[in-house]
């Protein structure tokens, strides 16, 4: 975003292509001659855009970058925050034999991280559960584990995956307790409420997910109330822009739950 003064703002989204192109035809409708430095404003823009199908808050953080800029202070000064250092986890992107996933753990436990991030995608449960089980015996003791099944973002334009149900997301939560799972990530499709409901409740492991509840807060606030997960994870960027998930924060600390912000690194190259 550029305003006509020529401060520009950046924010980045999730594509799986060029499907991007053109955009800008429309976020002009909405977005020119409108105040850059007033949030409320631009977010009711974005959700009047919603409101038609384009859900286009990943442009919010950019209005953000401006207001930062034209005020010569960081964004986190803008909200309150500090300067602070943070743990960061390993988070692995493929999946692996167990033998290839216990050495690689073994190497990010030599570079410093004391958790590793496992994924979970194979359509044979029992392949799923002997990964993290042979994981965590061999290296549990060292290092805590998380696995992510990416049940709520199944990216099958890249490769098919299993869809899990209720039941095998038990199943694989009892394994996972057996062995100390210290989390399970989106073990289910990310408007399944009521069995994520379900399932908080009866695994012994925390359940998180959230990355991708875009113009989240409606919804988020709904699944927070009806504690869907015991660790919200939604994207400042994804999500609904930063105001929106600062919003969230807050909502988790009210109703005694986590967050862990989901995030793009620096080459704009989904973590999650
Ligand atoms: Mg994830």
Same mark, same amino acid.
């Given at each position: 975003?550029?305003?006509?003064?020529?401060?520009?703002? &950046?924010?980045?989204? /999730?594509?799986?292509?060029?499907?991007? !192109?053109?955009?800008?035809?429309? %976020?002009?409708?909405?977005?020119?001659?409108?105040?850059?430095?007033?949030?409320?404003?631009?977010?009711?823009? %974005?959700?009047?855009?919603?409101?038609?199908?384009?859900?286009?808050?990943?442009?919010? /953080?950019?209005?953000?970058?401006?207001?930062?800029?034209?005020?010569?202070?960081?964004?986190?000064?803008?909200?309150?925050?500090?300067?602070?250092?943070?743990?960061?986890? #390993?988070?692995?992107?493929?999946?692996?034999?167990? #033998? !290839?996933?216990?050495?690689?753990?073994?190497?990010?436990?030599?570079?410093?991280?004391?958790?590793?991030?496992?994924?979970?995608?194979?359509?044979?449960?029992?392949?799923?559960?002997? @990964?993290? $089980?042979?994981?965590?015996?061999?290296?549990?003791?060292?290092?805590?584990?998380?696995?992510?099944?990416? @049940?709520?973002?199944?990216? $099958?334009?890249?490769?098919?995956?299993?869809?899990?149900?209720?039941?095998? #997301?038990?199943?694989?939560?009892?394994?996972?307790?057996?062995?100390?799972?210290?989390?399970?990530?989106?073990?289910?499709?990310?408007?399944? &409420?009521?069995?994520? $409901?379900?399932?908080?409740?009866?695994?012994?492991?925390?359940?998180?997910?959230?990355?991708? =509840?875009?113009?989240?807060?409606?919804?988020?606030?709904?699944?927070?109330?009806?504690?869907? &997960?015991?660790?919200?994870?939604?994207?400042?960027?994804?999500?609904?822009?930063?105001? @929106?998930?600062?919003?969230?924060?807050?909502?988790?600390?009210? =109703?005694?739950?986590?967050?862990?912000? =989901?995030?793009?690194?620096?080459?704009?190259?989904?973590?999650?």
């Amino acid at each position: 975003m550029t305003t006509k003064d020529g401060v520009e703002g &950046y924010g980045a989204g /999730p594509a799986m292509g060029r499907e991007r !192109a053109g955009l800008g035809e429309l %976020l002009g409708l909405y977005l020119l001659g409108e105040d850059a430095t007033d949030i409320d404003l631009i977010q009711q823009r %974005l959700r009047e855009m919603a409101y038609v199908g384009w859900r286009n808050y990943w442009v919010a /953080p950019a209005f953000w970058d401006i207001k930062g800029k034209l005020a010569g202070k960081p964004v986190y000064a803008l909200l309150g925050g500090k300067p602070c250092t943070v743990k960061l986890y #390993a988070s692995t992107g493929e999946v692996k034999k167990p #033998a !290839a996933r216990i050495r690689e753990a073994e190497a990010r436990y030599a570079e410093g991280f004391r958790t590793i991030k496992l994924r979970v995608h194979d359509f044979d449960e029992s392949v799923d559960i002997e @990964q993290v $089980t042979e994981t965590a015996k061999a290296i549990g003791d060292k290092m805590k584990i998380g696995v992510d099944a990416n @049940q709520a973002w199944r990216v $099958t334009a890249i490769g098919d995956a299993p869809l899990w149900d209720l039941e095998r #997301a038990k199943r694989f939560a009892d394994a996972c307790a057996e062995v100390g799972v210290a989390w399970i990530e989106e073990p289910l499709p990310m408007d399944g &409420y009521e069995d994520l $409901t379900a399932l908080t409740k009866y695994s012994k492991v925390p359940i998180a997910g959230g990355e991708l =509840h875009t113009g989240a807060f409606p919804e988020l606030r709904m699944m927070i109330e009806r504690k869907c &997960y015991d660790i919200f994870q939604p994207d400042a960027v994804f999500t609904g822009g930063i105001d @929106q998930t600062f919003a969230i924060t807050k909502l988790c600390r009210e =109703h005694g739950l986590k967050y862990s912000p =989901h995030n793009l690194d620096k080459r704009n190259r989904v973590r999650g």
